[in-house]
């Protein structure tokens, strides 16, 4: 089946959720433009620039969606990157080209418990899972971010409890959200574990998840969103690289 052609929508608001991320309402998605039930899927902005004819494509996921608009969440980096600065000086009209959607990726809510482990990159999705577990769901949400004042409130199942880790230099440790994940406890039964974060990161996770943990494959998603030092491009590069490693 062929991808559906980019379509141009339009900002209709913009909301700070917290001191370092932004949300852009985009509306024209109704169902003739964009198809219903995409929480958690992936999307393509895709910004015009002088000497890409192509654009400059970003990837970023549905958080909200209602009858003709959707929710997009944006991390404010203080590089203030193409995809941050757009979304910071955005204003009700401006259009926006969206490809996609993509896949959506949830745990298996079948599992005995659950497992979400993400940064702020990963929030958005990350919290269509949580809010979508069954109401007796029990298990661990880890979650990164770089502020205390980040911290949102989650609709959540009361047996699943969120840690929240305030770091303010996201990517620097590679190391911190497994260690911090060691700590957790492992509870009997068949996990399903829902991770995505910075591409360091997610190596430490994986390498305790399958070798520490014994996971297996069909009860592990695990993803990075980006690498530390590295444009998206690069990111991509190097992903394709290690899923090639990985097999």
């Known amino acids: 089946m062929s991808r559906p052609a980019p379509r141009t929508l339009h900002v209709s608001a913009t ?47 549905v958080r909200q969606q209602r009858a003709d608009e959707f929710d997009v969440d944006f991390v404010l980096h203080e590089d203030g990157g193409p995809a941050s600065t757009w979304a910071s000086q955005a204003r009700p009209g401006d259009p926006v080209l969206v490809g996609g959607p993509g896949p959506k990726k949830l745990v298996d809510f079948s599992a005995d418990w659950f497992l979400l482990v993400g940064d702020m990159t990963a929030l958005p999705a990350l919290s269509v ?20 004042a980040d911290i949102q409130a989650l609709r959540h199942p009361s047996g699943l409890a969120i840690h929240w880790l305030v770091n303010p230099h996201p990517g620097e440790d590679s190391r911190l959200l497994a260690e911090h994940v060691r700590q957790l406890e492992w509870l009997p039964g068949r996990v399903s574990i829902w991770a995505a974060c910075e591409f360091s990161a997610m190596r430490e996770l994986r390498r305790h998840f399958k070798e520490e943990r014994q996971v297996g494959r069909n009860d592990l998603y695990i993803s990075s969103y980006w690498k530390h030092g590295s444009s998206e491009d690069q990111h991509k590069q190097i992903k394709r690289q290690d899923a090639e490693r990985e097999g």
């Open 15 to 61: 909301r700070r959720i917290t001191p370092n991320m932004l949300r852009i309402t985009l509306a024209g998605a109704g169902p003739e433009h964009f198809p219903a039930d995409q929480e958690s899927a992936y999307i393509k902005l895709i910004f015009p620039q002088a000497d890409n004819p192509r654009g400059l494509m970003r990837t970023y996921t």
């Open 129 to 148: 899972n949580i809010e979508r577990l069954p109401p007796d769901a029990r298990g661990h949400a880890l979650i990164e971010v770089i502020d205390k």
